[in-house]
């Protein structure tokens, strides 16, 4: 399912599974960067992704 833009609602669905993942696989706190920007990234299917959305993303891993 590829979006060409994020509502606030898509937004928190990627955060969501954001953190389950890094919960479920204990996934070290230097590869969280990635792992949400892959996911914006599927959902998307655009490779630019906005920086302060990844780090929004990843801020509610800490």
Known sequence: ???SHLTA???DI???TFLKEVHESKLPKSEWQNLAR???E???GQQEVDP???D???QGGT
């Open 1 to 3: 399912m590829a979006k």
């Open 9 to 11: 609602f898509d937004a």
């Open 14 to 16: 990627i955060r969501t």
């Open 38 to 40: 892959r996911l914006v």
């Open 42 to 44: 599927a959902y998307t």
């Open 52 to 54: 302060q959305l990844v």
């Open 56 to 58: 929004w993303i990843v």
